[in-house]
């Protein structure tokens, strides 16, 4: 009774109730914009098993303590490996890929056919306002896509809560604890998201057949994502200059010029 | 309905100031409290205005639009726009109404709509 | 009065920095006391804004001449807005012609990224009149924005003109290795683009978010110096040959014409006169574009071009490198960043490092005359400096 494949058959027994089972969600139909730099972006839907790629460009993010990084890439590596060893409900993760670089990881999840809840929205690139790309083709999901009546939202940052909370107007949803720590929620109803239309529902379809190929052939690394600096105590000497002053190493070179 | 907005008139030339300088912009012969308080007019034309996005932290909207107008008599004032579609050139009247809270602290000044 | 020259130049990366004020201030001093080949100096002036409101630190000239080791010097910070950078110049400059002085460190910087964001727009705003514009809400870029309309209006300035000074500019400063910005940017990507309004969002209509300079701490040191201690450090001499001023009203309502800068006017003509030299003939330019409005502004008002005309300028490529006349081939305050107290200084390090022929692939070809605009406030301070090689 205690022979190999009956362990098995246990195993796959307990899987069955620990694994969650997931509402049909339709598929996040891939989309394409013109960022502020020319170059083109593809946000598309990440599939589970593309996960193991994504997570080595959020774990070094849980070390830059800036702009909330640190917690907000934590909370992010564990949504997404909770997303593919099956351990979440209704979870989604959206990518944004230029030139198949990762640039934003968004991600949130149906907590009933009507409500949404929005998780986080984790910008690898800086500078060209991905983060706001990234933020609205989550609430189309949620809207057009799934066909939901509200998604409640909550902000780590100050920067999260000028851009979501006060730009549109969210709704106070305080009687409603956020996922995200029990904090009180703001909401994106239906009438704010019609409202707000023009803002939250950009870029275009279909995404054309060479841009898409290149997007879904891999998730390649971020070429510039945030770092933390070389030393921890940076801010108590500048013998280190992590900041790359590059006077000092274009003095250095020229030493060693005249040196040689 | 109440308050008012006040220019400062030199005692000695007659020259209209707002807001309050301490010596007279055109005669510089005045002592500093030898100004008269005169209540601005509330008509004007709106020079110039701007719809502001990014907010200093007190304020709870998310959006602001802010002008100059020449009042009527000359006088230039900034001020808030409570008007929907706003046109160079404009006809408007202004209000002394709350225009900023700063702490527990009320602040007023003008706010202008079309006239 | 003697003549005064540069003899030093320093800066840092213009970032976000985790060190001490005193440190930013000290760093780039310590980087031209090296290039001048000085181990002392007569006199430190400090340019810096807002040390006691955002860094709690009061007296900046006093902890940094002493972080450099350079007690018991005498030392002063400056505090004039945005035009600190350059007033402390000033002061600097009059300390040496006048003979006080032989050697005068002149340092300028500004950590506003200590605070986030929305304090660092109030920091900013506090610059405008209490009672009469910053109870409405006025920031800087609300006044740039009102300014930008009546541009619009009178002389046919458009949104494609300004985003081609936020281009132009954000990438010439892909070629400075310690400007903020190394993110080039398309004319197609902020203005064309289906979706150039997610993008290039509104901050003061018109003005959008990449006709803005971004929020930077840095700093940037020139020391100043009389012929003879310039003499035997094996460098080009470069004079500051010339300096004006002027101030216009605190409210920008108040301005007798909306759609002028007088001040600056006035000050680059006295600037000019005093270095006995005129537009036509600088080579590279230096001008405060907080706002890409600006820059096209000063360039007509300083005497580059006819009032009303800067912005054909633009169009033609005269302002580009390569062009004309290059103007912020360092990436200018939109794209080297804008650290309110160091960016007068650090317009001075770019026209030196110009003059000197040290540019690297920024460089103007045979630049000989250069000129920075500092402009304070919105448009009521503002210092103007003229730069000239000599041999």
Known sequence: MSGPLEVLHMAVDLEKILRPVDRPMPPFPPK?????????????????????????????????????????????????????????????????????????????????????MSLHTLALRRGLRIGAHAFAAKMEYHMDILGQKEVLIVAESPIG?????????????????????????????????????????VGRRPVPEGLLAKAEAGILPPSDPPTPPEDLLAATRSLYDPTGTALVLSRWKQERKVGE | MGREIYAYRCRKCGQLHYPYRMV???????????????????????????????????????????????????????????????????????????????????????????? | MRDVYVVGIGITSFTRLEYPLSEIAAYPAMMALRDAGLRAVDHLYVANMGGGRVNHQTGLASAVVDTLSLTPA?????????????????????????????????????????????????????????????????????????????????????????????VKNQNNALLNEFAHLHQPITVEGILDSPEAMTNNPYVAEPLRFFDC????DGGACVILASREAAEGLGKPFVRLAGI???????????????????????????????????PSDVDVAELHDAFTILEIVESEEVGFFEKGQGHLAVERGETSLGGRLPINPSGGLKGRGHPVGATGVA????????????????????????????????????????????G
Not at chain 1, 161 to 167: H, K
Not at chain 2, 83 to 110: A, F, L, Q, S, T
Not at chain 3, 351 to 361: I, K, S
Request: aromatic residues 8%.
């Open chain 2, 24 to 115: 007279c912009r055109s005669c510089g012969d005045n002592e500093h409290n030898e100004f008269d308080p005169v209540p601005l007019p509330k008509d004007g034309t709106l020079l110039t205005f701007t719809q502001l996005h990014n907010l200093p932290s007190d304020f709870e909207v998310p959006r602001l639009k802010l002008g100059i107008v020449e009042l009527d008599g000359g006088v230039r004032i900034t001020g808030q726009l409570d008007v929907d579609e706003p046109r160079i050139g404009m006809r408007v009247r202004g209000e002394v109404e709350v225009v900023r809270r700063v702490n527990y602290d009320r602040r007023y000044g003008m706010v202008f709509r079309e006239a």
């Open chain 1, 32 to 116: 394409h914009m013109t960022v502020a730099s020319g170059e083109e972006m593809v946000i598309r839907q990440a599939s589970r098993d593309e996960i193991p790629d994504i997570l080595p460009f959020v774990a070094p993010l849980m070390y830059v303590e800036r702009d909330f990084y640190d917690i907000v890439a934590a909370r992010v590596y564990a949504e997404l490996m909770a997303y593919y060893k099956h351990r979440v409900q209704d979870e989604y993760v959206l990518v944004a890929q230029i030139d198949g670089e990762l640039c934003a990881v968004v991600n949130g999840r149906m907590v009933t056919e009507d409500v949404g």
């Open chain 3, 244 to 278: 004006g001023q002027a101030t216009d009203t605190h409210c920008v309502h108040e301005r007798e014409e909306p759609t002028d800068l007088l001040a600056v006017r006035s000050a680059a003509s006295q600037a000019f006169d005093r270095a006995e030299l005129a």
């Open chain 3, 74 to 166: 005498g030392a002063e910070t400056v505090e004039n807005g945005p035009a600190s950078g350059a007033s402390a110049i000033k002061e600097g400059f009059l300390a040496v012609a006048s003979g006080m002085h032989d050697v005068v460190l002149v340092t300028g910087a500004e950590r506003m990224r200590e605070v986030n964001n929305l304090e660092a727009t109030d920091f900013v705003a506090t610059l405008t009149h209490p009672l009469a514009e910053y109870i409405y809400g006025v920031t800087l870029p609300s006044l740039a924005g009102m300014f930008t309309r009546l541009y619009m209006e009178k002389y046919g300035v458009t949104e494609r003109h300004l985003a081609m000074v936020a």
């Open chain 3, 347 to 390: 317009q001075a390090y770019e026209v030196v490092l110009q003059l000197r022929g040290e540019a690297g692939e920024r460089q103007v070809e045979g630049a000989r005359v250069g000129f920075t605009c500092n402009f304070g406030g919105f448009g009521n301070n503002v210092v103007c400096l003229v730069f000239a090689r000599e």
């Open chain 1, 161 to 201: 809560f000028r851009r979501w909370m006060i730009e549109y107007d969210l709704e106070k949803r305080f009687d409603v604890p956020h996922e995200l720590g029990g904090v009180p929620s703001w909401s994106l109803t239906k009438e704010l998201f019609e409202k707000a239309r023009d803002t939250l529902v």
């Open chain 3, 213 to 216: 300079c971004p929020v930077s």
